[in-house]
């Protein structure tokens, strides 16, 4: 079945570095679109970065295009976000999530998702 599970979030001060990672299970990362999401209190679930390998397609939310990126590692089955210079309006709970084919950088094309970081950039 699969199934994927975050870790690496955690405190970070402002101008700080994260790295997420999302373990999966079940399927292969290399034939799947792949996505970050990030949802705040009081906020809708937010596209941060999207990828597919299916078409090549890279996407960044403009609020954090420059400082994160997306990859994965085949050999791992991993997918991860680099977060860079970290600012306080990154704060929210970060997810992995996944579909079969290719998808918008959307919360509802996705099918399957981890349970969630806790990401928080505070001084």
């Known amino acids: 079945q699969v199934q994927l599970v975050e870790s690496g979030g955690g405190l970070v001060q402002p101008g700080g570095s994260l790295r997420l990672s999302c373990a999966a299970s079940g399927f292969t990362l290399d034939y799947w679109a792949i996505g970050w999401f990030r949802q705040a209190p009081g906020k809708e679930r937010e596209g941060v970065a999207c990828?597919?390998?299916?078409?090549?397609?890279?996407y960044y939310a403009a609020s954090v295009k420059g400082r994160f990126t997306i990859s994965r590692d085949n050999a791992k089955n991993t997918l991860y976000l680099q977060m860079n210079s970290l600012k306080p309006e990154d704060t929210a709970v970060y997810y992995c999530?996944?579909?079969?084919?290719?998808?918008?950088?959307?919360?509802?094309?996705?099918?399957?998702w981890g349970q969630g970081t806790q990401v928080t950039v505070s001084s």
């Open positions: 990828a597919s390998n299916s078409d090549n397609n890279t």
């Open positions: 999530a996944a579909a079969n084919g290719r998808r918008l950088c959307r919360a509802n094309e996705y099918d399957y």
